[in-house]
């Protein structure tokens, strides 16, 4: 990718990411303007990775929020460069149709937010994880191993493999480069748990299932639920009801729910995206996973695309009016079943006059239909 036909010109910018994360593991093919790597697979799949959830106009899963394809398409994309095989042994080759590709991410991207939901769902967000890095474990393991057609015993390796990596550190949002690459970090990890079982690298087993050390177990520690966890939603009505057509787009660059001020939001989302700003720019990534912010640049520019994330456009005056006059605060009722990080946003007018609205979910495009979809409900 050429740095000067970049929208910020310079390595720190959003879409820039993956090009700065090429230079630090000191990739000598990246020469200053043109990223170019013959690093192999896993090193394509952190570069990927990297772009698909820079500029925050990707999918998300508001039930169990995670960003699958950020995680699952990359590492399919380094999984093709190896022989398949037929047996699950390695002995023989067989060609990766666009129709195994396709199972294969919907293998990944229904089983991301099942193991979501058997964590409540947003609520590891509300203590400071990462919550798609973590949720992509098995999604891209199981997606990879799909492709790769694993046995059933080296699938639950891969998982097992994938699963002993999770991790993601939700201060990454406020300064810093790192949180584009986390998603990144997990697809690439997940095709390393795929590798090695299908040459016969035992995992761990029964990785949801264990009490000591287990997947659930271990992220669900504090979440305050009763029960904690529940590994029955991993596979619920499996083939019946599938969470893929919970998955939707965003139509904005950042956050992508929040429209005016001030904002009621779920614990979770309150937690992610509430943050009162104090510092003056703001870094892109702040930027971009900050209500206040998002909320003033849609009413000044009608817009959240990337130009409102350009360091140019980080530090206007009129944009930051409005930043100061947002406030945010915890609504326990998106908190409630059914809901899935909403909000609710009021506009207060000189005069007493208020316009309302309310969110169940976050507004997103349906890649079904090619329409927006909200639960929106307006009063004044």
Same mark, same amino acid.
Request: hydrophobic share 40%; glycine share 10%.
């Given at each position: ?223 305050? %639920? ?83 994330? %350009? ?70």
């Amino acid at each position: 990718m050429v740095v000067e036909q970049s929208l910020l010109g310079k390595p720190a910018s959003p879409d820039e990411v993956a090009e700065a994360y090429i230079y630090l593991v000191k990739n000598t093919d990246a020469t200053g303007s043109i990223v170019s790597s013959n690093g192999g697979p896993l090193a394509a799949t952190i570069l990927k990775g990297a772009f698909i959830q820079a500029t925050e106009l990707d999918d998300y899963h508001s039930s169990a929020p995670l960003h699958s394809a950020a995680v699952v398409i990359p590492t399919l994309l380094a999984a093709v460069q190896f022989p398949s095989t037929s047996n699950g042994r390695g002995k023989s080759q067989q060609r990766v149709t666009g129709l195994d590709f396709l199972i294969a991410a919907v293998v990944g991207f229904e089983s991301g937010p099942r193991a979501g939901l058997a964590l409540v769902g947003p609520e590891l967000l509300t203590r400071g994880w990462h919550s798609g890095v973590i949720f992509g474990c098995p999604a891209a393991a199981l997606a990879s191993a799909r492709l790769l057609v694993l046995s059933a015993n080296q699938t639950e390796s891969a998982v097992g493999i994938a699963c002993t990596q999770a991790g993601g550190l939700m201060s990454a949002t406020y300064k810093g480069m790192i949180k584009r690459v986390q998603h990144a970090f997990a697809a690439r990890a997940r095709l390393f748990g795929a590798l090695p079982a299908r040459n016969g690298y035992v995992g761990i087993r029964k990785v949801f299932e264990r009490r000591y050390g287990g997947f659930l177990a271990m992220f669900s520690q504090g979440n305050g %639920a009763d029960p904690p966890y529940d590994v029955r939603r991993v596979v619920a009505d499996l083939g019946a009801r599938w969470e893929v057509f919970g998955i939707r787009v965003k139509p904005h660059a950042c956050l992508g729910h929040i429209v005016s001020i001030p904002v009621g939001l779920s614990g979770p989302k309150y937690a992610h995206d509430g943050w009162e700003s104090f510092q003056r720019p703001l870094a892109t990534t702040g930027a971009q996973t900050n209500v206040a912010y998002s909320g003033a640049s849609q009413l000044v520019d009608g817009q959240m695309l990337l130009e409102q994330f %350009a360091d140019r456009n980080l530090d206007r005056d009129e944009v930051r009016v409005l930043v100061q006059k947002t406030s945010c605060y915890y609504d326990a009722r998106f908190d409630r079943p059914h809901f899935g990080c909403g909000a609710r946003v009021a506009v207060e007018f000189d005069g007493g006059f208020q316009v309302e609205t309310f969110l169940d979910q976050p507004r997103g495009y349906n890649p079904r239909s090619r329409t927006r979809t909200s639960g929106a409900s307006f009063a004044s």
